[in-house]
């Protein structure tokens, strides 16, 4: 198939093919330069064309898969976010319902009003504890993305010391394989 076959160019016969080529088409598929496609011929290749592209377009995917923006929540973290959205939850259905038992005049309305109450101190108590586990594992595993992290330099730290640890044990045990101080040979 040559350039002006692919581009659309006029063919022998004064008619132009349009349309975009399956990329799974061999070359035996497309008609040849020899004789010129009848009207029917184009037409049915305009409906082939259409009907192909009506399959891609019917077989889109859903929804593109995209990398996270942002890590995972450690497990401790997420635990304490999912307690404090559940006591957050509970506090505002108790609010509205002490305030629907007020309006109703229910002599339900005090009860609810004191758990109201009780529940609010619950949920800022789950919501500290969430930024308080943040922190406590921050401290402790260390933060990726920040190059001064306290924990990086502990990790750091505690590598050396295990490797000079080593290197001192391997040391003691080249010297007890020799069999003492003062042999100059193995005899």
Do not use: K
Request: glycine content about 10%; charged content about 25%.
């Amino acid at each position: 198939m040559g350039t002006a076959e692919r581009r659309g160019a006029p063919r022998a016969g004064g008619a132009q093919l349009t349309g975009h080529q399956d990329p799974e088409a061999t070359d035996s598929d497309i008609p040849g330069g020899g004789a010129a496609p009848s009207g029917r011929e184009l037409e049915d290749q305009g409906h082939e064309v259409s009907r192909r592209s009506r399959e891609r377009q019917q077989y889109r995917p859903l929804w593109v898969e995209e990398p996270a923006r942002r890590r995972r929540l450690p497990d401790p973290v997420r635990t304490a976010a999912v307690r404090a959205v559940l006591l957050i939850a509970v506090t505002l259905i108790q609010a509205m319902v002490a305030f629907l038992c007020t309006m109703a005049g229910s002599w339900l309305a005090f009860p609810m009003v004191i758990s109201s109450v009780v529940s609010t101190i619950a949920a800022t108590w789950g919501a500290l504890d969430v930024w308080v586990t943040r922190q406590v594992w921050n401290q402790r595993n260390g933060v990726v993305s920040v190059p001064s992290s306290t924990a990086r330099a502990l990790r750091r730290e505690r590598r050396r010391i295990r490797r000079q640890e080593r290197a001192a044990e391997r040391d003691q045990g080249r010297i007890r394989r020799r069999g003492g101080a003062g042999q100059l040979s193995h005899s």
